[in-house]
């Protein structure tokens, strides 16, 4: 998967807790997104984000979800308050500067988050 | 909304070919057709990508037809390992923002039978 690293790899929160996902992009890539994946489903975009900048947040919940991608260090999904229904694999993907589209988007491993 | 429509399963022998179809009877001059692959519960995995010629690569081969509504994605060897879900996604092909993401429709399970 082209050195895209999301940490951590599995994450158990109780209900109410708040469960910060990592995603450091392949070097040099500067766009990246997220997707969802809730148990026995498929894919689900979240959001879309460039340095510094949401450019497409359409598939984020309204309430609780968070994502940022400084221009330093790791883009962070960030789930306040969360419940047993935010519990699914969570993964990031990160492709480079965009001048046209011929350009593949590469996928880390995934966070597993558990909400107990 | 995917703009793809695939058979949900298919199964090939080991050692044989696989070939996935996909219909694309909408996509537009500007959108590349692409293929990611997810096995099991890992991260998906990307395969190939094409416009209007076909494409090949180390791991595959993609057909896309001449009027581009469809396209077949070649595994020529299959083997154990390459039993997952495939996915075929169609893109723009100039990014403007919100046109940039992949979207995932159900896919279609291919099994490799020993």
């Known amino acids: 998967n082209a050195g895209v690293m999301q940490n951590p790899r599995h994450l158990v929160r109780r209900r109410g807790q708040e469960a910060r996902l990592r995603c450091s992009p392949v070097?040099?890539?500067?766009?990246v997104y997220w997707y969802r994946q809730l148990p026995e489903e498929g894919l689900k975009f979240m959001v879309y984000?460039?340095?510094?900048?949401?450019?497409?947040e359409s598939g984020m919940p309204k309430e609780r979800f968070s994502a940022e991608f400084p221009k330093e260090g790791p883009s962070i999904l960030r789930i306040q308050q969360v419940v047993r229904g935010d519990s699914a694999a969570y993964f990031c993907?990160?492709?480079?500067?965009?001048?046209?589209?011929?350009?593949?988007?590469?996928f880390g491993q995934g966070t597993r988050l558990t909400v107990v | 909304d995917a703009k793809t429509t695939q058979p949900p399963s298919m199964d090939c022998a080991e050692g044989r070919a696989a070939n996935l179809p996909c219909n694309h009877s909408?996509?537009?001059?500007?959108?590349?057709v692409y293929w990611y692959r997810q096995i099991h519960s890992q991260g998906p995995q990307y395969i190939i990508h094409?416009?209007?010629n076909n494409e090949t690569n180390e791991m595959a081969s993609l057909i896309i037809t001449e009027d581009r509504k469809s396209s077949t994605l070649i595994l020529p060897h299959a083997t154990l390992r390459d039993t997952a879900v495939y996915y075929c996604?169609?893109?723009?092909?100039?990014?403007?923002?919100?046109?940039?993401?992949?979207?995932f429709g159900k896919g279609i399970t291919l099994s490799v039978r020993p």
């Open positions: 094409g416009l209007k």
């Open positions: 984000l460039q340095k510094e900048n949401i450019i497409d």
């Open positions: 996604i169609v893109r723009v092909a100039h990014y403007t923002g919100a046109n940039s993401k992949l979207t």
């Open positions: 909408t996509i537009s001059g500007n959108e590349y």
């Open positions: 993907a990160s492709s480079r500067d965009i001048v046209s589209g011929d350009t593949e988007a590469f």
């Open positions: 070097k040099g890539h500067s766009h």
